[in-house]
């Protein structure tokens, strides 16, 4: 049996690694254009930043892909044929295949901006973004960013690191308030601006202006300010990379459309990471995650199904996330910012603007978790949730979660304060 992954990412290597464990005498091939090996696609900024070096951000040693018996293929993939089962490769011999997993990842968005194409107008994606953005980099004193997602203000933090002027063109009224709750957007508007970067809220790119050789001189806003700037960063989110879908029957929605065993509507093809869109089952929406672990947990339940060991459907368990702010850390655990019927929320800030809490909780229990600028304990949070604890059990336990107490300022007395106060007070519950 020959198994062909196309993707090296998180999706393709965990599904890699996982069918070499279920499968250990088959032939497991890697495609991906964009590098031989598999790197954390997160540490980017860390390279531009010159926190880490490239060879720092592989997770696995050059040679540890031939120990482990799989192929590495540095190929683009120019269509998938279902009948012939053959990938066709740019340049070189097409690959068969007996199955295949498709884990072609993200691209960032562009919505037909005029002026999107210039030269210095870019997103943030792959290694060829990082490389480019190195060029763009050199020879620019402002940048514009476009788009206010995790990708935007990582972007905006790098090229801020260099020196460069940065304007960060945020539609909503809040970064990141169509996810985060008031209080933790708030915080890091507050972040942003404190950096010495220029956040402008409730605006959106209009236009990039050429410099008339091709290259951007300046971006419009749509309230028609001119900004100038030598680099425009496209951050406005990501969708997924289906490109390679073009000329072949596999079904594709927003994404490769596949079930809740990851199959798509080609035999013997499956597919799972940021590109996959899983069909739901009622009236709800299909979903699409596009976040590294659940690129990892769904790489890893596509192998079960490759191998034949497929148990019931895909599910992705109790949501979690984490990203840094600047210099604000953030987690998030199970339904934050989600307006479910009937939850309250309590919410803790410190007088510093640099920590807080928030718990959401229903009649049921505790639903949502959100950290910012302190850590809480992983398992302990998916427990918490699991488990439906009751809002006063989480508020009695709160040093259950404290991550490393001997590290870190304890902040709990004063957040239990705060909480029991509030809870005492129902009507006034919501902080
Ligand atoms: C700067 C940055 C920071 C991020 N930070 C976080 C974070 O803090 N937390 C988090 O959860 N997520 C983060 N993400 C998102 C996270 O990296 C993705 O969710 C994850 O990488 C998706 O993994 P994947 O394997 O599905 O796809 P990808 O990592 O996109 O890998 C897909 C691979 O397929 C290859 N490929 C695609 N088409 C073809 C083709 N036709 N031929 C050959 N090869 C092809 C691509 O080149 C790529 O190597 C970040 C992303 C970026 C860019």
Known sequence: MHVV?????????SAALKLRELQPAW?????????????????????????????????????????????LVRAWVTRIDTSEKKLELHGQAPLGYDQLLIATGSKSNKFGWPGQDLDGVQGLWSLQD??????????????????????????????????????????ESSYWNNILPDGESGMINREIRA????????????????????????????????????????????????????????????GVLVDGNLRTSAPDVFAAGDCAEIRAKG??????????????????????????????????????????????????????????????????EHPNGKHAVRIV???????????????????VCERWLRDRISVDEAVRRLEEPYFEPELYFRHEPFIRRAFSEALQQPTEGAL
């Not at 090229?159 to 945020?170: A, E, M, N, P, W």
Request: hydrophobic share 40%; with cysteine; net charge negative.
């Open 27 to 71: 032939e497991i091939t890697i495609v991906s254009g964009e590098s031989k090996y598999h790197y954390s696609r997160p540490a980017l900024m860390y390279i531009f930043m010159g926190h880490m070096r490239y060879q720092e951000t592989k997770p696995f040693a050059d040679s540890f892909w031939a120990q482990q018996r799989l192929e």
């Open 361 to 379: 909780y229903t009649d049921e229990g505790v639903i949502g978790l959100n950290t910012m600028g302190l850590r809480w304990r992983h398992e």
């Open 195 to 254: 950096h010495g970067i220029e956040l402008r809220l409730e605006t959106q790119l209009d236009h990039v202006v050429d410099d008339g050789t091709g290259r951007c001189r300046a971006v419009v806003t749509n309230h028609g300010d001119e900004i100038d700037c030598q680099i425009v960063g496209l951050t406005a989110g990501v969708s997924p990379n289906i490109a390679v879908l073009e000329g072949s029957d596999i079904e594709a929605g927003r």
């Open 130 to 171: 990082l490389k480019l953005l190195y060029a763009n980099a050199e020879r620019a004193r402002k940048a514009v960013i476009v788009g206010g997602g995790l990708i935007g203000i990582e972007l905006a933090e790098m090229l801020h690191s260099r020196g460069i002027h940065v304007t960060f063109l945020v539609m």
């Open 283 to 348: 009236d709800e929406r299909n979903t699409i995650q596009q976040v590294w672990y659940t690129g990892k947990m769904q790489g890893e339940f596509a192998a079960r199904g490759l191998a034949g060991k497929a148990t019931g459907d895909y599910d992705s368990g109790i949501y979690f996330n984490s990203a840094k702010f600047l210099d604000l850390e953030y987690h998030t655990y199970g339904l934050v910012g989600r307006h479910i019927a009937g939850e309250e929320n309590l919410y803790w």
């Open 5 to 13: 992954i196309l993707g090296n990412g998180v999706a393709g290597v």
